[in-house]
């Protein structure tokens, strides 16, 4: 059984490492078994379509997968924790909201819609057209002296130091990026930030970190930011609040089951 089990998960590895590098196993899979039927469903196609009207020409270009996908097939993560964020940052209306690097199709798409004035940064060059938003230099943002209200960096720490992105390989380089943005926020200003969570804190090397929910509390604090509340996303999409009183709250939320499907803290900071 433990042998059995020891194999799975080295499968699911194995797909997660081809996964990342482009190749989807189920995909070319579910591609494959769908050939046959593609096939014949051509063939009847083209006998129902003869002396069709607008319709010029005919060409192949096979998509065999999407018969079995859900529909709206979403990054729970992603999906839940952008809109959550967005809303807080609508509601709140500062006159300029900065955003370093989270996703530009999502949360930040999000804030364009609602006309937020937002400016963005990235360690990677930005190709999308930005009339909708101002592109500030990740590079010497923390040398401005410039201080902001409100900023945001959603699934962006725990990539830090890892070279992913053509960033420094650094092993401290999620702390040196907390101290930053505490640097840059203003005093009473609101810091959001998310971080993937795990019983405990490990290294994904050169893909990602998870941080246990202990770590992510010690340096958080070491920083010197103030805790506003705290929000858990589970694996169903299910967003669960919990306002940060004192630490004793912390030993409560590490041991209680109703975190132990938790893939995401979001952390509403001050300072």
């Known amino acids: 059984m433990a042998k059995g089990l020891k194999t799975l998960k080295l499968l699911k590895q194995i797909n997660l490492i081809l996964l990342l590098s482009g190749l989807d196993l189920k995909r070319i899979y579910v591609s494959i078994k769908n050939a046959p039927s593609y096939c014949f469903e051509c063939i009847y196609f083209l006998l129902k379509s003869k002396n069709a009207p607008f319709c010029d020409s005919f060409s192949l270009l ?13 990054d729970i993560e992603y999906f839940y924790q952008d809109i959550y964020v967005a809303q807080q940052v609508i509601h709140d209306k500062p006159s300029l909201h900065l955003d370093i690097g989270s996703r ?5 798409s999000h804030l364009i819609a609602s006309k937020q004035n937002i400016a963005y940064a990235d360690i990677r060059s930005i190709s999308v057209n930005s009339e909708y938003f101002s592109i500030v230099d990740l ?3 923390y040398d401005t002296g410039l201080r902001y209200d409100s900023i945001s960096s ?11 992105y053509g960033d420094d390989l650094d092993p401290l380089g ?10 840059i926020l203003s005093k009473g200003g609101k810091l959001y930030l998310s971080i993937p969570t795990a019983k405990r804190s490990e290294t994904y090397f050169n893909a990602h970190r998870k941080f246990s929910l202990v770590d992510q509390v010690e340096m958080i604090s ?15 999409g299910f967003l669960r609040k919990t306002p940060i009183d004192d630490f004793a709250t912390y030993n409560v939320l590490f041991e ?6 938790s893939l995401l803290n979001i952390w509403i900071l001050s300072k």
Do not use: M, Q
């Open 62 to 74: 096979p998509v065999l997968a999407e018969k079995e996908e859900t529909a709206g097939n979403i």
């Open 104 to 108: 530009l199709d999502g949360f930040c």
């Open 139 to 141: 590079r010497s943002l």
């Open 154 to 164: 959603l699934n962006v720490i725990e990539h830090i130091g890892l070279g992913r």
């Open 174 to 183: 999620y702390l040196k990026f907390l101290r930053n943005l505490f640097s």
């Open 222 to 236: 070491s920083t010197g930011f103030e805790f506003i509340s705290l929000t858990t996303l589970d694996s169903k």
């Open 256 to 261: 209680s089951s109703l975190y132990s499907d």
